[in-house]
């Protein structure tokens, strides 16, 4: 095994890498090569002695490392982007799904490929709905993130803080409604690439804020009028990596999950289970991590004919 970590985040690789050596691992089994993706990434997608690529990243990235991957014929597994969507329908628990999307969209300061940061809520409660957010972002202070009461630190660099930043200006631009946040620099932090926790309201479909992984503490809030628009409004989107749904119903939501174009679905707040497969449709990439799909993605079967 060969890894190269991001760029930006060769750290924690490291001290796997240091892991592996103290468990006693056998020289050359797992292997760390630092370095930026033109250079040390294609490399090893073009290298003949690789077999196999899984790669997690930006979709942008990921068509890249496919295309090199091909020319190899090796096989790829991808887990790139997402554009989440988080639907509460008639009846659910209001408050409770909006605080766990909250807490979803502020982890790592935005930057998870699941995030849940498309909000879809009925009409009827839709004001209701950004009131409870603009409460909930408002206990996220960005702050220095080796303090233990912080919630929120920064995002991973200077050109990540300027496109979040860029995206949610955009949004106001085409139209929708600043809630909590913005694009300036949030007070505090006199160093560190910061960006303010963010609601956007009144966001329709065709935005750039609904339709761009921002990857950033930014939550997009969107109405429906009834259950099929909902879908419709879900689905409508080029990436499918994850989803959630909230019902006062359990069945109701499993049966609208099932209809949910993505590849995970949290419903009624499920916990994350590390044995289930993670992978997406559409754009969010081909392939799956985690669980027993997850393993095979790196078998090769053979049959001997006796």
Not at 122 to 141: C, G, P, S, T
Request: hydrophobic share 45%; with cysteine; glycine share 12%.
């Amino acid at each position: 095994m060969v890894l190269k970590p991001a760029e930006n985040t060769p750290l924690t690789a490291r001290l796997f890498a240091a892991c592996t050596a103290e468990a006693g691992l056998p020289a050359g089994v797992f292997n760390l090569v630092t370095g930026l993706g033109p250079e040390a990434g294609e490399a090893l997608a073009r290298h003949p002695g690789v077999d196999l690529v899984s790669f997690t990243g930006s979709t942008a990235v990921g068509r890249r490392v496919g295309a090199l991957a091909g020319e190899g014929v090796k096989r790829v597994a991808l887990e790139l982007g997402g554009k989440s969507a988080n639907v509460i329908l008639p009846g659910a628990d209001l408050e409770r799904a909006l605080r766990a999307n909250v807490a979803d969209v502020m982890r790592n300061a935005g930057q998870s490929c699941n995030a849940l940061t498309r909000t879809l809520v009925h009409d009827d409660r839709y004001d209701e709905a950004v009131a409870l957010l603009a409460e909930a972002v408002a206990e996220y202070v960005p702050g220095d993130p080796t303090d233990p009461e912080c919630r929120l630190g920064p995002v991973v660099s200077a050109r990540q803080r300027d496109r979040v930043r860029a995206l949610v200006r955009r949004g106001v631009e085409e139209g929708a409604r600043l809630v909590t946040g913005g694009p300036d620099a949030p007070e505090g932090p006199a160093r560190g690439f910061y960006v303010r926790p963010t609601v956007l309201a009144d966001v329709t479909p065709d935005m750039a804020v609904a339709r761009e992984e921002i990857f950033g503490p930014v939550l997009s809030v969107l109405r429906y009028a009834d259950a099929e628009e909902a879908l419709r409004v879900a689905n409508d989107s080029e990436y499918g990596l994850a989803g959630a749904v909230w019902a006062a119903d359990e069945a109701e939501a499993v049966a609208f999950a099932r209809r949910m174009e993505c590849g995970r679905v949290d419903v009624n707040g499920g916990a994350f289970n590390i044995l289930a497969p993670f992978g997406g449709y559409k754009r969010s990439g081909v392939g799956r991590e985690l669980g027993v799909h997850g393993l095979l993605e790196f078998l090769q079967p053979k049959s001997l004919q006796l």
